[in-house]
């Protein structure tokens, strides 16, 4: 059974083209029953699902900074470890069904220190985080055109995610460092979950909640150096000026505080005074416009990462758990159908291996897709509904479908024995 390092497991079509794909070239009345057969199947994976989905939603009611509800009691501390340790497995089972995979702390680290598309500097505190999980699905590479420095057009090429879902658990507030408290946009000891689509590879830290705008050394330059530069013209321009003018001042204050007789100042020297008053003046004024032309620049900054993330943001805390268990079920359902179609193309029987390949190549044949079919998984499925039989041991072993009809009855009868209220 081949495996691919440059291949996803994720099936990069709706459910309901899937089925309109696979039933393409059969009879009419087989195309009846096979979609027959994909309605009764999607109907028992979303019972199944919405059980996994609702019990994210409990788990995560403790931790949920969004609620508009009322707790109708204080969690004891223990509640609440088990909660979150559910949490984390089930959002971890979700996202593993939905053909997402871990995005661990060596590939992070990576992205953190590669230079962002966006040309901004961001760093993230991850001291104030108790727990952070990312996971990511589509790794593909784009093609985005910027501008140079010299107002060029050139396109480049930026490895991307298409999905990145996000999990964080914050500190509690006395774990947090003494001069961060107050500086804090969070409520300690809450979670956020977040979704994101077609994120940069090297701009991933930009997603998290503490995200601090930094200059990077090329903008403070810029910003800098005419800056110095200006001030040290304003300097030597002025600079004599003040220097003349600090004697005066000093023998004023010396006259004020013994005889406070005034006469003794000239004209002139009141007029030196002035000047030194007014380039003291410019000097400042300098100052300040510096001053702004650099928060400008971070507020310029700011709103690029804001514009950016409210395009790329799909959904938000307990809505993402909705969005990532439609996924796991879609992903779930696709894998049943396409291994459970192509086993009834052989009737006599088929390996684990073969029918791998066969599904494979069916994607890259006949729709230009690669994928890493998740054959394993599937036949697992499909063994638990009992919609198919085995021979053999091993890699010998040969699976057999069952009929649609046979099919559709087995997955009836789950349908009907979930509950047995009536009898």
């Known amino acids: 059974m081949a495996t691919y390092n440059d291949r996803e497991r994720f099936i990069p079509y709706?459910?309901?083209e899937l089925v309109n794909m696979i039933t393409k070239d059969i009879s009419p009345e087989s195309q009846k029953d096979f979609k027959r057969f994909c309605r009764i199947l999607e109907s028992v994976y979303?019972?199944?699902?919405?059980?996994k989905l609702e019990r994210m939603k409990q788990c995560y009611y403790p931790f949920n900074p969004d609620i508009d509800t009322q707790k109708s009691r204080r969690y004891k501390a223990e509640e609440l470890e088990k909660s979150e340790d559910e949490l984390e497995k089930l959002f971890s089972e979700v996202l593993n069904d939905a053909n997402y995979k871990k995005i661990e702390e060596d590939e992070l680290q990576e992205a953190l220190i590669k230079e962002s598309l966006f040309k901004i500097s961001l760093f993230v505190d991850f001291d104030q985080f108790d727990k952070c999980l990312l996971f990511c699905r589509g790794d593909v590479t784009n093609k985005v055109v910027i501008r140079r420095w010299n107002m060029k057009k050139k396109t480049i090429e930026v490895p991307t995610y298409k999905r990145i879902a996000m999990l964080i658990k914050f500190c509690e507030k006395e774990d947090i460092k003494v001069e961060d408290k107050n500086d804090i946009l969070f409520k300690p000891g809450t979670m956020i979950v977040k979704l994101f689509r077609n994120i940069p590879k090297a701009d991933m830290e930009m997603l998290f909640p503490n995200t601090k705008v930094r200059m990077r050394l090329k903008d403070k330059l810029l910003i800098g150096v005419p800056a110095v530069l200006?001030?040290?013209g304003i300097l030597l321009t002025k600079g004599g000026?003040?220097?003349y003018a600090l004697p005066l001042l000093i023998s004023i204050f010396?006259?004020?505080a013994t005889?406070?007789?005034?006469?003794?100042i000239t004209s002139a020297q009141i007029a030196a005074l002035i000047a030194a008053g007014t380039a003291l003046l410019g000097i400042g004024a300098y100052a300040w416009r510096q001053w702004v032309k650099y928060r400008s620049r971070k507020i310029e900054f700011m709103k690029t990462?804001?514009?950016?993330?409210y395009f790329k943001n799909l959904d938000n805390n307990a809505g993402v758990?909705?969005?990532l268990v439609d996924s796991a079920e879609e992903e779930e359902c696709k894998e049943v159908m396409l291994s459970y179609y192509f086993l009834l193309q052989n009737p006599q029987g088929i390996t684990e291996i073969e029918l791998d390949d066969r599904i494979e190549s069916w994607f890259q044949e006949k729709h230009k897709i690669h994928i890493d079919f998740e054959i394993d998984d599937a036949l697992k499925k499909l063994e638990e509904l009992g919609l198919c039989t085995k021979e053999g041991e091993g890699e010998n072993t040969v699976y057999k479908a069952i009929s649609i009809t046979e099919g559709c009855k087995k997955l009836d009868y789950l349908w009907d024995n979930y509950f047995q209220y009536n009898e």
């Open 14 to 16: 709706q459910k309901f």
């Open 254 to 256: 010396y006259i004020l």
């Open 321 to 323: 758990f909705h969005h």
């Open 259 to 264: 005889s406070g007789d005034f006469s003794t």
């Open 241 to 243: 000026t003040i220097l």
């Open 305 to 309: 990462l804001s514009e950016n993330l």
């Open 230 to 232: 200006g001030g040290l």
């Open 46 to 51: 979303h019972f199944k699902f919405h059980e």
